[in-house]
Structure formats: C-alpha cells, structure tokens
C-alpha cells in the first residue's frame, strides 16, 4: 500500500508517500480501506519528534473509508483506551495516512448520513477533545459565553460548533479580519481582532461587564493572562494544549482572587466520541473542512497547517 511515513525527525520535507507492508489485523480488528485522513497539530509534533516515536511511522490520527469486510462507510475514533490511558491512532501505532489501516473493531462507526469521506475524517480527534473540554469538564450550560482563541484552527473550530450546538454564547477571536467575517457568517455572536483590538474591553462590552463563564485554552504563554483576565468571576478556563509554549506567568493571585476553575483536558473517552459523534450525526454540529490535498502532497498540506492560515480542517484525499 501507499503511505506518508518518517524516518527521521524534521520539517515537512522528512515525509515520504512511500510503499508500506499491508497491515495484518489481530484478533479484534478490523480493515479499513481509507479514502480521506485529517490533519492534526499532534502530526506536527510527531513528525518533529515530540513526541519521540519508533521509525519507521506512518502518521495521521483521524480517518474515514470503507469497512473491508462489510463494505460499510466508516469513521474511526482515534483515542484506543487502555484502562485509564488513552493511546492515540499515529501516535502510539501507524495511523491513517495511509490506504489501509487495521483497528479494533469498536473503534469503528458508520459515516453519518450526509457527510463526505473528507468532512467525516474532518470531526473525530478534535470534536472528541473539544466536547470532553466544554461538556465533561467545564459542564457547559445553555446560554453560556464561551471565549475561544484562535478561531480557523481545528480544536476551536469544533469548540465552537459544539458550543452552538448546546445554545451557547460565542466570542472568538483571530488575527484575521476575513476568518473573522468566516465566523460571524457561521453564527458566532461576538468576533474581536486579537492583534488589533482590546480583548479584555471588548469581551467585557459583550457581556455586560461579566466576563466569559468558559475559556477554550490552547495557545499558552502568548494568551494566558489575557485568559485570567477574560473570565468571570467563578469562572471555568479549559486547557488542552500550549502551542505558544508551556510556562506562562501563572499569576495565582488572579486564579484564587476570582475564584476560578483551571481544568486540564486532554483527548477524551469513548464517551466523549460519542457525545461528538452524536452531535454531528444529528446535524446540530458540523465539521468545517479548510482544504483536501492529495495523500502524496501531504507536505503542502503540514506547511499550510503550521503557518496557520487554514480555516477548519485539512485533509488528506486518499485514492481508491
């Protein structure tokens, strides 16, 4: 079979679209013939050796293809529980940029009706963290505001629908004017300039001086205090992730003055797929697709993910 696989560490040019052995299911598993694989910062990382995993890897956490011995349209949840821990497609084993993938049998659910190969490869990895954040840690009420940073990358993306979904108040934020204009046209009440405006006056205009009750966090040292400042009173920040690095001033006295929640979130449980899933079979959420690219440009398609300039997911378009 064809597959994107590394080597060795580095930037975009360490992949390889290669010939890979076919995988052998074990007892328990089941072959997927894949025809899309979406992109995930977790690829990045891996690919630059954070973290370190064996070589040869075929990389990709999300997918979506055909059920080889049923010929069923299947979507993959990506996070395979081992008790306690979750070890995630592409990271722990190969993963999906590839034709054929071999996954346990449970890890596998049917397209829902109306959606692509591509948007259904686009949801699974960051609508299972996004709802693990907003529904099961943060216990995200009807008519709440939640902030999120970064709109156009995927965790926020599908916080966002989420958050919608669940008759939440939105305020997003990017450094692009025409991401912004993205966003109101999908329904977000309140989009602010974080390069250009105040965030913490406008945040504060919006909500009539009270704050945001949910911070979706995942930028780190850049927007931390920008978080601290944001939320309201008795507040909820979610953390999934520090893209902007792991240390930043941690202004304590903020977190006990304001008597804040500070919850940590990573991936999710099968019960948080399928709240997802649930979600978007319904239609009340939706996966947002940026750009497909050919499994063999898989390169293109990381540059476009680390300059940030996708709006939803990007995705690998695997051939029959």
Not at 93 to 98: H, M, R, S
Request: aromatic share 6%.
């Amino acid at each position: 079979m064809k597959a994107i696989r590394i080597h060795e560490d580095g930037g975009p040019e360490v992949l390889r679209y290669e010939d890979a052995p076919d995988p052998e299911p074990a007892p328990g598993e089941v072959l997927v013939e894949l025809r899309a694989s979406a992109l995930n910062h977790l690829d990045i990382w891996v690919r630059k050796g954070l973290p370190s995993v064996p070589k040869p890897r075929i990389l990709g956490a999300d997918g979506a293809g055909i059920r080889v011995d049923t010929g069923e349209r299947v979507v993959i949840n990506p996070g395979i529980e081992h008790g306690d821990v979750v070890h995630v497609i592409g990271e722990h084993g190969d993963g999906t940029n590839a034709e054929l993938i071999a996954v346990p049998e449970a890890q596998v659910y049917p397209i829902p009706d109306g959606l692509s190969f591509e948007q259904a490869a686009a949801f699974p990895l960051v609508f299972e963290t996004a709802y693990r954040m907003l529904v099961t840690r943060a216990r995200l009420l009807e008519g709440e505001w939640v902030f999120l940073w970064g709109i156009g990358g995927g965790v926020s993306t599908a916080a966002f629908a989420i958050a919608k979904a669940l008759g939440a108040r939105t305020i997003v934020t990017s450094s692009s004017d025409a991401k912004l204009a993205r966003a109101r046209d999908l329904g977000a009440d309140v989009t602010i300039n974080h390069a250009s405006e105040d965030v913490k006056a406008a945040v504060r205009e919006a909500t009539g001086g009270k704050g945001a009750d949910i911070v979706v966090e995942h930028v780190g040292e850049a927007t931390w205090r920008t978080s601290l400042d944001v939320v309201r009173p008795r507040g909820r920040i979610t953390v999934c992730g520090a893209t902007s690095g792991p240390n930043p001033p941690a202004a304590l006295h903020r977190i006990w003055w304001k008597q804040l929640d500070v919850l940590g979130s990573t991936m999710g449980t099968r019960q948080d797929f399928e709240g997802a899933y649930e979600l978007v079979a319904s239609g009340r959420a939706a996966p947002l697709v940026d750009e497909v690219f050919p499994l063999s440009e898989a390169a293109a398609a990381h540059t476009r993910l680390e300059a940030g300039d996708q709006m939803g997911k990007i995705v690998l378009r695997i051939p029959d």
